[in-house]
């Protein structure tokens, strides 16, 4: 009579318990790692925000001025939002101050208006940049 041999359910539950307990490890590494890779800010688009700034001091023209006031409201949202995800809450709050700022560009009646608002607000996001640096990343 052939023997068949029977595994025991305890080793199997074993293995199973040491993979779970592997996984579980390697799963909570992801989030360390994320944050480590978004905290640094991106330098392009801190480029991009102070090239408006200076495109907006620049501009003749009202329309493409207030263009560029608007792409540099949206940038300053992302790198706050960066900020946010690395923990840099004094970063955060100067890029969403001087993103509230850039949104009172649309209110703006003339160019020198909007250069006004747009100088006010590249110094908060000189000083988001600064805090950010602080921070660890950018």
Do not use: W
């Given at each position: 009579?052939?023997?068949?041999?029977?595994?025991?359910?305890a080793?199997?539950?074993?293995?199973?318990?040491r993979?779970?307990?592997l996984?579980?490890?390697?799963?909570?590494?992801?989030?360390?790692?994320?944050?480590a890779?978004t905290c640094?800010?991106?330098?392009?688009?801190?480029?991009?925000?102070?090239?408006n700034?200076?495109?907006i001091?620049?501009?003749?023209d009202?329309?493409?001025?207030?263009?560029?006031?608007?792409?540099?409201?949206?940038?300053?949202?992302?790198?706050?939002?960066q900020?946010?995800?690395?923990?840099?809450?004094?970063?955060?709050?100067?890029?969403?101050?001087?993103?509230?700022?850039?949104?009172?560009?649309?209110?703006?009646e003339?160019?020198?208006?909007?250069?006004?608002?747009?100088?006010?607000?590249?110094?908060?996001?000189?000083?988001?940049?600064?805090?950010?640096?602080?921070?660890?990343?950018?």
């Amino acid at each position: 009579m052939p023997m068949h041999i029977v595994r025991k359910p305890a080793r199997r539950a074993g293995r199973r318990y040491r993979s779970f307990a592997l996984a579980a490890f390697l799963t909570s590494l992801l989030p360390a790692i994320a944050v480590a890779q978004t905290c640094d800010i991106q330098p392009t688009q801190a480029q991009m925000v102070q090239a408006n700034f200076q495109r907006i001091a620049k501009e003749g023209d009202f329309a493409s001025a207030q263009d560029y006031a608007e792409r540099a409201r949206r940038g300053l949202d992302q790198l706050g939002a960066q900020a946010r995800r690395c923990g840099c809450e004094s970063a955060q709050a100067g890029f969403e101050d001087a993103a509230r700022e850039m949104r009172q560009a649309r209110l703006a009646e003339s160019r020198a208006a909007l250069r006004q608002v747009a100088e006010r607000a590249a110094a908060r996001f000189e000083a988001a940049m600064a805090l950010q640096r602080a921070c660890g990343g950018g």
